[in-house]
T-cell receptor, first 114, second 109 residues
Framework: KAGVTQTPRYLIKTRGQQVTLSCSPI?????VSWYQQTPGQGLQFLFE???????NKGNFPGRFSGRQFSNSRSEMNVSTLELGDSALYLC?????????????FGPGTRLTVL | DAKTTQPPSMDCAEGRAANLPCNHS???????VYWYRQIHSQGPQYIIH???NNETNEMASLIITEDRKSSTLILPHATLRDTAVYYC??????????FGKGTRLHILP
């Protein structure tokens, strides 16, 4: 069974631009969660989608948004990029809600904002 | 804030058992304890989870105290490939997964 895939793997943007990251979960998994990882803050939860609905959201500004499609694939969008948004963005899928299931992580998208 | 407390770093000799502690004193009755690890530049990898009974799989053992306020992850025969950051996670009431800072485990040859 194929693992979680994320595209693109690397991205360079400039301040003020917007970016869309994509995540394809493991087949059959209905939950997709997104995390931001930086050296200073560690792994921080962004949001979780389950059956196309955002189930919960971490403490991030409204510039961070996401969605999930009927095939469980998910995208996250960051608008008006800031230098501090430079990070590794990880997505994880699980068969059911992340609270009660093992999460499988993708390799991440490394975003650099210049 | 993370609901777990872990030492920031630990050393273990190769071939010996690595015992990684985690305190979760405010855990509630229906919250699971999960362990993940992250090897440099890779996404986190699930290791094991448990509710109140000790658990064992091909990677590790999880020992949870009777009062459930702490747990220990045991890697029975550590190898250099086990060098990673280990995260102990307890699900939180507002349904957000919080990873915390984890323990950086160094396996010494």
């Amino acid at each position: 069974k194929a693992g979680v895939t994320q595209t693109p793997r690397y991205l360079i943007k400039t301040r003020g631009q917007q970016v869309t990251l994509s995540c394809s979960p493991i087949s059959g998994h209905r939950s997709v969660s997104w995390y931001q990882q930086t050296p200073g803050q560690g792994l921080q939860f962004l949001f979780e989608y389950f059956s196309e609905t955002q189930r919960n959201k971490g403490n991030f500004p409204g510039r961070f948004s996401g969605r999930q499609f009927s095939n469980s694939r998910s995208e996250m969008n960051v608008s008006t990029l800031e230098l501090g948004d430079s990070a590794l963005y990880l997505c994880a899928s699980s068969p059911g809600l992340a609270l009660y299931n093992e999460q499988f992580f993708g390799p991440g998208t490394r975003l650099t904002v210049l | 804030d993370a609901k777990t407390t872990q030492p920031p770093s630990m050393d273990c000799a190769e071939g010996r058992a690595a015992n990684l502690p985690c305190n979760h004193s405010t855990i509630s009755g229906n919250e699971y304890v999960y362990w993940y690890r992250q090897i440099h530049s890779q996404g986190p990898q699930y290791i094991i989870h448990g509710l109140k009974n000790n658990e064992t799989n091909e990677m590790a053992s999880l020992i949870i105290t009777e009062d459930r306020k702490s747990s220990t992850l045991i890697l029975p025969h550590a190898t250099l490939r086990d060098t990673a950051v280990y995260y102990c996670i307890v699900s939180v009431r507002d349904d957000k997964i919080i990873f915390g800072k984890g323990t950086r485990l160094h396996i010494l040859p």
